[in-house]
């Protein structure tokens, strides 16, 4: 069975860092592109960053361009996303998802809440 | 930025009836390899996003077969064909044919 855990979140004042992390477990890790998305209740859901299986491809949101960073670890089955000169507007739950565009192969972890305030 | 406008944004269904959301995109959705990726995803409360449908009218592993895609192009619609109460929740259409991908405001179903 696939499972998606993410961790990290927590409370971090404007202009912070913090370093999420997604754990994957019950799938070939090092054959599906990655993702993180992010929900708020503002404005709604986002595509955040997207890495491609051998990394060799990452795509960013604009507004996180250069504030952001997502990499990941075959070897450990890991996902990051690297969040640097953290604003309110990233204040949302983080999820990890691991999806195709073209099979039926789509799954998502229960999110990591992120609160960017002082 | 694709906007994905919904409509309705809620929708209140009686058990054992259609329901019917509809997904609007600003530019066309079809890829540069011909495919069409628009998806649809469900959020029941408290959970996760769980996707429906994949490239328009592709049904993924475990959905059940009353929910259905169908459209082309900038237009596109999810139906359920009998509502049931494990259907209230949140739906989202997305598309990730141009990135960055982008999600629709939401659906709120709802028993009535």
């Known amino acids: 069975e696939v499972h998606l855990v993410e961790s990290g979140g927590n409370l971090v004042q404007p202009g912070g860092s913090l370093r999420l992390s997604c754990a994957a477990s019950g799938f070939t890790f090092s054959d599906f592109w990655m993702s993180w998305v992010r929900q708020t209740p503002g404005k709604g859901l986002q595509w955040v960053a997207k890495i491609k299986p051998d990394s060799g491809l990452k795509e960013y949101l604009d507004s996180v361009k250069g504030r952001f960073t997502i990499s990941r670890d075959n070897a450990q089955n890991s996902l990051s996303l690297e969040m640097n000169s953290l604003r309110a507007e990233d204040t949302a739950i983080y999820y990890c998802?691991?999806?195709?565009?073209?099979?039926?192969?789509?799954?998502w972890g229960q999110g990591t809440l992120v609160t960017v305030s002082s | 930025d694709v906007v994905m406008t919904q409509s309705p944004l809620s929708l209140a269904v009686t058990l054992g009836q259609p329901a019917s959301i509809s997904c609007r995109s600003s530019?066309?959705?079809?890829?540069?390899?011909?495919?069409?990726?628009l998806d649809w995803f469900q959020q029941r409360p408290g959970q996760s996003p769980r996707r429906l449908i994949y490239?328009?009218?592709n049904r993924d592993s475990g959905v059940p077969d009353r929910f259905s895609g169908s459209g082309s192009g900038t237009d596109f619609t999810l139906t359920i064909s009998r509502v049931e109460a494990e259907d209230v929740g949140v739906y989202y259409c997305?598309?990730?044919?141009?990135?960055?991908?982008?999600f629709g405001q939401g659906t709120k179903v709802e028993i009535k």
């Open positions: 998802v691991r999806e195709s565009r073209t099979d039926p192969i789509n799954n």
């Open positions: 530019q066309s959705l079809v890829h540069s390899s011909g495919n069409t990726f």
């Open positions: 490239k328009v009218s």
């Open positions: 997305v598309q990730d044919t141009h990135w960055p991908w982008t």
